[in-house]
């Protein structure tokens, strides 16, 4: 069993940065491609980034690609999401999540675990 326990999250202005950071228990978080998502009110919840486990593969969602920069450390399983340029529209609940399939995924389905979330909100 896999635990993802998310953090970092908070209120920033448009403009300012933030980084999450997800830390994963268990034995599968370094041979598991991670993920982030992310859901705001009223909407589905949408891919970010994703990264796979030799932190060689990386796809970003194209309304956060080059603002936005995943990475991983698996000595301390533990992912983060780097965010830059924060805009009111990346307002949302983050997810991190782990896919133990061998490509990665933007596609939430295919993901195996999820933490709880941590909420962003970024005012104009």
């Known amino acids: 069993q896999v635990q993802l326990v998310e953090s970092g999250g908070g209120l920033v202005q448009a403009g300012d940065s933030l980084r999450l950071s997800c830390v994963a228990s268990g034995r599968s978080f370094t041979t598991s491609n991670m993920g982030w998502f992310r859901q705001a009110p009223g909407k589905e919840r949408e891919f970010v980034a994703a990264?796979?486990?030799?932190?060689?593969?990386?796809s970003y969602a194209d309304s956060v690609k080059g603002r936005f920069a995943i990475s991983r450390d698996n000595a301390k399983n533990m992912v983060h999401l780097q965010m830059n340029s924060l805009k009111p529209e990346d307002t949302a609940v983050y997810y991190c999540a782990l896919d133990r399939s061998w490509n990665i995924n933007t596609n939430a389905g295919a993901y195996d675990y999820w933490g709880q979330g941590t909420q962003v909100t970024v005012s104009s």
């Open positions: 990264l796979g486990w030799t932190g060689g593969r990386t």
